[in-house]
């Protein structure tokens, strides 16, 4: 029996390190459980753990009102973005009692390696297989879920992997998810009616979370203000976007409310720009329709901003 054990935990580990080796990895994109494909085997509650805020979310609309199924978050909800992110104490004891944990996936969660080697019998789902990955620089942005429809990717995977995880609850995952699935949709189509017929597509983000928003709703993103949140862009940089600006007449700068926006109101100051917030949902309320919520507002700013 440790032998066996030992042989389980060898290629779950081994498996994670094809998966997430990096950023930029990217191995077997079909749908699919990414380690342990075995059924809960579970006497009593089922707790199905999230890597940080939008998973939750999602997960929170296809768990929801099943009996003995209930979902906790990880990381802390100021955790943006997970590339550097250090878990600490707290967060290992969030997942402590878990048997599934949902990941983005697509490199945002650094912190894999040290997750299976504690927790080598937690069945993980990667939310972002199968989705086409945005390259630059020769690393792949993990930021999908901030476009709406490889958002709906995402929770019909999970929705789909959850069933299979805990084959009893199958019936309600999917109907929870097709319910969910519709919402979004519903969203989306508004989104596109509004933002496919606007006059300016030109805009300056933040920081890098938003090519699969800007693909999705064909903005041209031409600056990017700080190509990660807290380094601060250097006087050329700086120069260059200005410059950008200027040249192309850009009406709106987009900073978001998880960060300062003092550089953006430098800018704006130097060009005439007005700033404005976009949220790429890393942080929120703790409810079921938050993303939604969180897409309808940025819709109505993009509107104001873009028009």
């Known amino acids: 029996m440790r032998t066996r054990r030992w042989m389980v935990a060898v290629v779950m580990l081994l498996s994670v390190l094809v998966l997430f080796n990096g950023c930029g990895a990217k191995g077997d994109t079909s749908a699919k459980v990414s380690a342990n494909a075995e059924p809960v085997v579970a006497q009593g509650p089922i707790t199905i753990a999230t890597s940080f805020y939008p998973i939750y979310i999602f997960t929170l609309n296809i768990a929801k009102d099943i009996p003995g199924v209930s979902v906790v978050n990880m990381t802390e909800q100021t955790a943006g973005c997970l ?6 104490t707290k967060d290992m004891k969030n997942i402590e009692n878990t048997q599934i944990l949902i990941i983005n996936g697509a490199g945002m ?82 989104m596109h009616q509004v933002l496919d017929g606007l006059t300016h597509r030109d805009i300056v983000t933040f920081h890098e979370a938003f090519p699969y928003f800007a693909e999705e709703f064909n903005l041209n ?87």
């Open 221 to 307: 993103i031409v600056g990017v203000i700080e190509r990660e949140p807290n380094t601060e862009p250097s006087a050329k940089e700086l120069a260059e976007t200005i410059e950008i600006i200027k040249q192309l007449k850009v009406k709106a700068l987009f900073a978001e409310p998880q960060y300062s926006a003092k550089i953006a109101k430098t800018i704006a100051q130097e060009t005439g720009a007005r700033v404005y917030t976009l949220d790429p949902a890393v942080t929120g309320p703790m409810d079921a329709d938050a993303y939604i919520s969180i897409m309808d507002q940025n819709l109505k700013i993009l509107k104001e901003a873009l028009q």
């Open 83 to 88: 590339h550097d992110y250090a878990l600490s």
């Open 109 to 190: 969660e650094s912190f894999m390696d040290k997750i299976i080697a504690q927790r080598p019998d937690l069945r993980i789902i990667d939310s972002s297989q199968g989705i086409e990955l945005i390259t630059e620089d020769g690393n792949e942005n993990p930021h999908v879920w901030v476009s709406i429809s490889k958002a709906m990717q995402q929770v019909q995977t999970i929705g789909d992997q959850l069933a299979i995880l805990d084959p009893q609850h199958a019936d309600n995952y999917a109907e929870n998810t097709a319910a969910y699935l519709a919402k979004l949709e519903a969203e989306r189509v508004k």
